[in-house]
């Protein structure tokens, strides 16, 4: 897949066909009122399907639906071997249709297709895979108690899951949910975007061939104000894991207050710095990941890179390495794999980070970029765009832009910058470039973020939790920790004649 010709990828999705139905109760179905919505690929504006839109009563079915799975025990209490079994065979179909599950990715919101294809895709087989290993491998707890007393604290899943998801990374957001939350013996309800649906119908199609039974995984796609407020508002609903926007994290907050009270983990937002000091011995490589932290994904990426501070004595230079980068990642058509960015998800995100740009010409310094374009004359494009001397309390370095977009600050001391990294309202990332070992673990110490890369960026793994701190949320995707969300803990405690 890897050697696919532009012509290959196009001729893979003039032939594509989707799913459009919401997947309820091991059935694709219609929304009950038969409404549904256009699925638009931004890269050409072209209507790829339209897709079943799910209101209350299709959320409520596919949580009756989880329940009745869930209490029929063939999922919630077989050995933890057979949901081995049955994730690994999901990974396996995963890998099997990467090429299709790329596509979908890239036609519903604009991301290159390569990425896609040696990203999204096999991190999605690697993830379900990696728990699917795990869950055999955990092991309860018994507590010490005298003669005569037996205390096991078991963790236990909790139910039906409530999984919302966001629209830049579609189907492996929909698999860092899922798949914690299947392998402990979950029911798993996910509502993805309403701008990127398709990755997600797609993998329930595969979950079922897999051998997951019905009932057990159920995707409702829908707008947020219906389908994720009816998840988000369901008594029946155990816990609900969400990942997107501050503002909708603390809404699903309000939702669990209004309802039963449900656990509630967000991951959301970010705005993360990178530091780059000037005993950094390697400044090429610091700016070729300052490129790709800020770049990658048309940084629609929430960990993105798009606080750059430098030491003023290196800052000139290294502005004009990054500007010489920028120029690389000029947007082309999603399924062409020489292009190095791809098309912003729709005409409101493309606006949203035209106003912070069009703002950004008066208060900073406009060093390259700047400009919304097309390719082939179509398409929702925005080019590679960097500010240099913004002020610390601008928009441009305040505001999650999520959008190809680097703002530039300069500082002089070790103090200044941690205390200008750490002046945001987010904490999801950071990353420090430094050749001195104690200023590296100083300010990695110092830094409020759920992850600090030390001399790379956005570092993360199946076996590291991911997630973030202050108004970042403080839900952990990946890693055992994912389990946490997931189980509950239930102590039995058994009296004998000792
Ligand atoms: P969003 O908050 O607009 O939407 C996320 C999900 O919530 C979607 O499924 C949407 O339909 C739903 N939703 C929206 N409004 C709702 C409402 N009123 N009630 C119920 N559900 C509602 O976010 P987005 O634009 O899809 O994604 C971008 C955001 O996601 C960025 O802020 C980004 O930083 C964040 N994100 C965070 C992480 C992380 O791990 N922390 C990862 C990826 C993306």
């Not at 399907?49 to 077989?78: E, I, L, M, P, Y």
């Not at 994730?87 to 990715?105: C, F, K, P, Q, S």
């Not at 993830?127 to 955990?138: G, L, M, N, R, S």
């Amino acid at each position: 897949m890897l050697d696919f010709t532009h012509d290959d990828w196009k001729a893979r999705a003039a032939t594509l066909t989707f799913r459009n139905q919401a997947f309820i109760g091991g059935r694709f179905v219609d929304a009950a009122d038969g409404d549904r919505f256009d699925c638009i690929n931004p890269a050409t504006g072209a209507v790829l399907t339209r897709v079943a839109s799910c209101k209350a009563a299709d959320v409520d079915a596919a949580v009756v639906a989880a329940r009745k799975a869930f209490d029929a025990g063939h999922w919630s209490r077989a050995a933890p071997g057979e949901r081995k079994t049955v994730l690994l065979r999901l990974a396996d179909l995963i890998r099997a249709n990467l090429a299709e599950l790329a596509l979908l990715d890239s036609l519903d919101m604009g991301k290159l297709v390569t990425d896609a294809a040696t990203i999204d895709a096999p991190g999605s087989a690697h993830f379900f895979q990696w728990y699917a290993e795990a869950v055999d491998k955990i092991y309860d707890e018994v507590a010490p108690t005298g003669p005569g007393d037996l205390a096991l604290i078991r963790r236990v899943p909790v139910g039906v899951v409530g999984a919302v998801t966001p629209w830049n990374f579609p189907l492996d957001m929909a698999t860092w949910k899922s798949a914690a939350a299947l392998a402990a013996g979950n029911s798993v309800v996910l509502k993805p975007a309403e701008q990127s649906p398709l990755s997600a119908l797609k993998l329930a199609e595969l979950a079922a061939e897999a051998g997951v039974p019905d009932g057990v995984f159920n995707v409702v796609p829908g707008f947020g104000e219906t389908a994720g407020q009816a998840l988000g508002l369901h008594m029946d609903v155990d816990c609900l894991a969400f990942t997107g926007s501050t503002a909708v994290g603390k809404v699903f907050m309000q939702y669990a207050g209004r309802s039963n009270m449900k656990p509630v983990w967000p991951e959301t937002g970010g705005k993360s710095p990178n530091l780059i000091f000037d005993d950094c011995g390697n400044l090429e490589q610091a700016a070729e990941m300052a490129a790709f932290g800020i770049f990658f994904n048309q940084g629609e990426t929430c960990s993105a890179n798009s606080r750059l501070y430098v030491q003023r004595e290196i800052k000139d230079v290294f502005v004009d390495k990054m500007a010489a980068l920028a120029a690389s990642y000029q947007p082309g058509d999603p399924l062409d794999p020489t292009s190095k960015m791809g098309a912003i998800v729709d005409k409101a995100q493309t606006e949203r980070i035209m106003g912070f740009i069009e703002a950004g010409r008066d208060s900073a310094n406009l060093v390259c970029g700047g400009r919304q374009v097309t390719v082939s004359g179509q398409g929702l494009y925005v080019e590679p765009t960097i500010f240099d001397d913004v002020a610390h309390g601008d928009p441009l370095a305040r505001e999650e832009i999520f959008g190809p977009v680097l703002s530039v600050i300069p500082f002089d001391t070790e103090e200044e910058a941690v205390a200008m990294a750490n002046d945001s309202v987010y904490g999801l990332a950071a990353s420090v470039w430094t050749d001195d070992l104690s200023r590296a673990h100083r300010v990695a110490d110092a830094l409020h973020a759920g992850t600090v890369s030390v001399n790379t960026v956005d570092a993360l793994s199946a076996q590291t939790p991911f997630g973030g701190m202050k108004q970042s949320g403080f839900g952990r995707d990946l890693s055992l920790h994912s389990f946490d969300k997931y189980t509950a803990l239930k102590t039995i405690w058994i009296k004998y004649r000792p």
